[in-house]
């Protein structure tokens, strides 16, 4: 193994800021890719519903 020990994984010799830092980046980016479609869509879906809702209540009026 590269490590002794466990907390001289956490510590990456003396990369362990830079290392962890890097991880952390990469995992919101990668979070984010798949959030903000999912909510984009939730959103336009909530706006197409309320449309809907709009036009049958203008053709109730007529």
Sequence with gaps: ????????FLAMGTHAPYVWSAYGLS???ILWNVLQPWL????????QVAQMKRDAREVRKS
């Design 40 to 47: 984009v869509r939730r959103r336009w879906l909530k706006e």
């Design 27 to 29: 995992f919101a980016i």
């Design 1 to 8: 193994m590269a490590f002794d020990s466990f907390a001289e």
